[in-house]
């Protein structure tokens, strides 16, 4: 069974500045996918980024950005010039390719301040 | 209307009481799901389904009860429920296992907020 972990409950970042969430994981897959899923206050659940395990070059969206080291199992997002809005719960989730189920971590608090 | 919606938003109930959630996707899925997310512990998946048929039950009590009558709709049917299952419950969909690449990604709705008295 797939294992989900993020050791942050909680973060806070001054508006502009960075902040990085960890995740690690446990699988036997080789052929995977990762997420990052941001739950606002508003609670609907929306995808931030993903990455595909066979993929050595670290996925990337605009001010996101992941650090995927899959020797490590290790998949960390990086929120470049935090702003207000980024204010959430972020979910660190994974799946095997041929699969549909996710597994989710049990998410980081981040809270921007001005 | 686009998405993912859930009704209701919220639910209150007696541990006697029957009632469902609704689940509706537009976006053309195969596939949707139920899931739990209580306070300080992860998502739990609890059902699966593809293409109409249940391909996944994560050991639910059997007072919680799926129905998946067209791709497009899901609904959670509650009966006799304990205190301990308040939680939100969250719906998704995602293209589904259709013989072709599936890239994860699942689409949320607002989730049912539920509280059983």
Same mark, same amino acid.
């Given at each position: ?114 | ?63 919680? +009860? ?5 791709? =497009?709709? !899901?609904? @959670? ?6 205190? $301990?299952? +308040? ?5 998704? =969909?995602? !293209?589904? @296992? ?6 994860? $990604? ?12």
């Amino acid at each position: 069974a797939q294992t989900v972990t993020q050791s942050q409950p909680e973060m806070s970042v001054q508006e502009a500045e960075t902040v990085t969430l960890s995740c690690t994981y446990d699988t036997s897959e080789n052929n995977y996918y990762l997420f990052w899923y941001k739950q606002p206050p508003s609670r609907q659940m929306i995808l931030v980024i993903r990455q595909e395990a066979y993929k050595q070059q670290n996925a990337t969206e605009n001010r996101f950005s992941v650090n995927f080291q899959k020797a490590a199992k290790s998949f960390s997002l990086k929120i470049s010039d935090s702003q207000l809005g980024d204010t959430a719960m972020y979910f660190c989730a994974f799946t095997k390719a041929a699969g549909n189920k996710l597994t989710f971590g049990g998410g980081t608090r981040v809270l921007v301040k001005p | 209307e686009t998405g993912v919606t859930q009704t209701p938003r919220h639910l209150v109930m007696g541990m006697t009481n029957k009632k469902s959630l609704k689940c509706e996707q537009h976006l053309g899925h195969n596939a949707m799901y139920w899931y739990k997310q209580s306070a300080k512990k992860p998502l739990e998946l609890m059902f699966v389904y593809n293409f109409k048929e249940q391909t996944e039950n994560n050991s639910v009590p059997s007072r919680f +009860s799926p129905e998946c009558p067209n791709s =497009s709709h !899901l609904f @959670l049917h509650l009966h006799t429920l304990q205190p $301990e299952d +308040s939680a939100l419950y969250l719906c998704a =969909s995602s !293209l589904g @296992l259709a013989g072709g690449p599936d890239t994860g $990604e699942l689409f949320f709705g607002e989730g049912s907020r539920l509280t059983v008295l």
